[in-house]
């Protein structure tokens, strides 16, 4: 095809991509209309979301707004703190992120760590702060396979007294006994197989009936520092869905847990009900 006509496909091309989602959760585009100077201007209003800048140029200058839970009111209406994470596409390639705070601008994840494998990246900040995530294209003489692209997910702490894993939508309950427990040193990440005795609480179905007996078995990701082992007993598991992923916050022992439970409920300080058997 001549250079002509696969400059005018792609300008085509560029003019039906660049958009936002319905939901302002999301944006596409592409960098072809873009002069090598311009920083184009976006903000998103979402709790998760993506972005997706074909054939970078010029810079694009994201601001994420968390949406506020249904609910608050007055004082509520501002989180006291609001961390972010971005996780790259497996074919990340065309441009750099920076973290922009105050007008200062820190590198936060270079093209060259995105083309090794996905990373993910968080930060936080103060209501007061002034944030936002700063993608500069860099220089490359074939633009045409450069596609830069992540999912973000946002989370405010509205209400520290509702801390409590069943006020979350997106939390994770289960019940269950540690399989075994495998290490990733690169990530400093460590896997925990999980063999679920019962489920309190799954948005999504990441634990399954397998085997003859159909007992529901997944996968639970968390910090490589927490230490965990594998060994007898029952364990309750909280977490919070990352990127698709279970993420453990905590792990105590049932029978500790339902200690503690009791406790807080005879004093009605139970946010939630969970049943206990």
């Known amino acids: ?17 660049c958009n ?25 209003h979402c709790a998760e979301g993506s972005l997706e800048w074909l ?19 007055g004082k509520e209406k501002t989180p006291r703190r609001i961390t972010a994470c971005i996780k790259s596409s497996s074919s990340f390639r065309g441009a750099q992120i920076y973290l922009e705070r105050d007008s200062v601008l820190e590198l936060l994840l270079s ?15 103060l209501p007061k702060e002034k944030v936002a995530l700063f993608l500069q294209s860099t220089l490359h003489q074939d ?7 992540f999912r973000y997910e946002l989370q405010g702490d509205w209400n520290s007294r509702f801390s409590w894993p069943s006020n979350n939508l997106s939390m994770e309950v289960i019940r269950g006994n540690i399989r075994t427990v495998s290490s990733d040193m690169e990530l400093q990440e460590s896997i925990i197989s999980v063999s679920a005795t019962r489920i309190h609480r799954q ?8 085997g003859k007996y159909g007992k529901s078995v997944g996968s639970i990701r968390t910090l490589l520092r927490c ?19 279970a993420w453990l916050s905590c792990a105590p022992r049932y029978k500790d847990f339902r200690h ?18």
Not at 20 to 42: H, K, P, T
Not at 56 to 73: D, Q, W
Not at 143 to 149: G, N, V, Y
């Open 111 to 125: 093209e060259a760590d995105a083309a090794v494998q996905p990373k993910v990246r968080c930060f936080s900040w």
């Open 55 to 73: 054939y970078p140029a010029g810079a694009l200058r994201l601001s994420l707004f968390p949406r506020l839970p249904t609910g608050t009111t």
């Open 1 to 17: 095809m001549p250079l002509v006509l696969r400059l005018l496909c792609l300008v085509l091309l560029d003019s039906a991509l």
């Open 227 to 245: 230490g965990v082992k594998a060994g007898p007993g029952s364990f309750l598991f909280t977490g919070w869905l990352h990127f698709g992923e």
């Open 203 to 210: 948005k999504f179905a990441l634990f399954q009936p397998v």
């Open 143 to 149: 633009i045409s396979r450069r596609i830069a692209a």
């Open 260 to 277: 503690i439970y009791e406790d807080a409920h005879q004093a009605h300080e139970n946010p939630c009900e969970v049943s206990l058997d």
């Open 20 to 44: 936002y989602s319905e939901d302002q959760c999301s944006w596409r585009g592409s960098g072809l209309s873009q002069e090598a100077s311009s920083v184009e201007q976006i903000s998103l």
